[in-house]
């Protein structure tokens, strides 16, 4: 089961409708759902909410020390409760799936994303959960910084606002550890296409 949520993103009105904070989004779409108010706590460098969901407490994290010192946050927490790596769950912007996608899975590198990269590091262990929310990739490595800071344009937005809603919806799921019924939930990024109907045979 996930006993920690965290969201990423950088704090500040400057930063809040851009692309790297997409994490963020799905923390208050959570918090909203959960209908709880995320507080500033010093002690973990960021906005903390704790809930109790199907009689099991959870937390909500978003790390306010920006994005490459985002591991500073979770391990405070994660240390503090004495949560465990593969009971914690980051969302965060992902260039590799296209806005609308969204995608599950535990483990593996960090990609080049530098709050990845920070967990990664303060954690000690590469096992969390993560939820990747798709954003696109601007198709130029050097375009990538000012891709994830810019705001995206508004069917990006939607399509992502989708990816997000399909999160909150798996949320049940992730706390009670249904990761496979989590996953079925969140990469489902379209219905499927109904079969077109059979031919009817013509008269005799």
């Known amino acids: 089961m996930i006993k920690l949520f965290v969201g990423l993103g950088n704090p500040g009105p400057e930063y809040e409708a851009t692309r790297h904070n997409a994490g963020f989004w799905w923390i208050d779409a959570v918090a909203r759902t959960l209908g709880v108010q995320l507080a500033d706590e010093r002690g973990f460098h960021g906005l903390v909410a704790r809930a109790s969901v199907q009689g099991r407490a959870v937390w909500l ?9 985002s591991g500073q946050s979770v391990a405070a927490l994660a240390r503090f409760y004495k949560i465990a790596p593969q ?109 077109p109907p059979r031919p009817t045979a013509p008269p005799a």
């Open 61 to 69: 994290l978003e790390p306010m020390t920006f994005m490459n010192l």
């Open 87 to 195: 009971e914690i769950l980051v969302a965060h912007d992902e260039l590799d799936l296209p806005a609308g996608q969204a995608k599950l899975k535990q483990g593996g590198g960090h990609a080049g994303h530098n709050g990845l990269r920070d967990i990664h590091a303060k954690l000690g262990s590469p096992d969390y959960w993560r939820l990747r929310l798709g954003i696109g990739h601007p198709g130029q490595k050097s375009e990538v910084l000012g891709w994830v800071l810019r705001k995206a344009p508004l069917d990006e937005r939607i399509a992502l606002e989708q990816a997000i809603d399909r999160g909150v919806k798996a949320f049940p799921d992730l706390v009670a550890g249904e990761m496979a019924r989590a996953t079925l939930t969140i990469h489902t990024d379209k219905p499927p296409r109904p079969k």
